[in-house]
């Protein structure tokens, strides 16, 4: 396997490799993630995971490194008024 520096440089036959290097509890992470319901779309259908979640989910779970960061959540015009 190469090395990953960039979360962009993740595709599903990278994931794949790395999973089944893993062993089967791995796989079955995998596996399990793709049955993991997910927020319907904006239109209230249902959906699947798409690349983008699945591949941050791996990142959470392999390469924490490289996983988005949350950003930091300014607080609301209520809130900084509460403070004063």
């Known amino acids: 396997m190469k090395e990953i520096k ?5 595709n599903l036959e990278f994931i794949i490799g790395y999973v089944k ?3 089967p509890d791995a796989i079955q992470w995998l ?3 793709k049955n993991k319901p997910v927020p319907p779309d904006k ?3 249902e959906r699947q995971m798409s690349f983008i979640e699945l591949r941050k989910e791996f990142a959470i779970k392999f390469f ?3 996983a988005p960061k949350p ?3 300014k ?3 209520w809130e900084q008024i509460d403070a004063l």
């Open 64 to 66: 924490p490194e490289l």
């Open 43 to 45: 239109n209230g259908r």
């Open 71 to 73: 950003k930091e959540k």
């Open 6 to 10: 960039d979360i962009k440089e993740i």
């Open 21 to 23: 290097e893993q062993g």
């Open 75 to 77: 607080p609301s015009m």
């Open 31 to 33: 596996k399990d993630l």
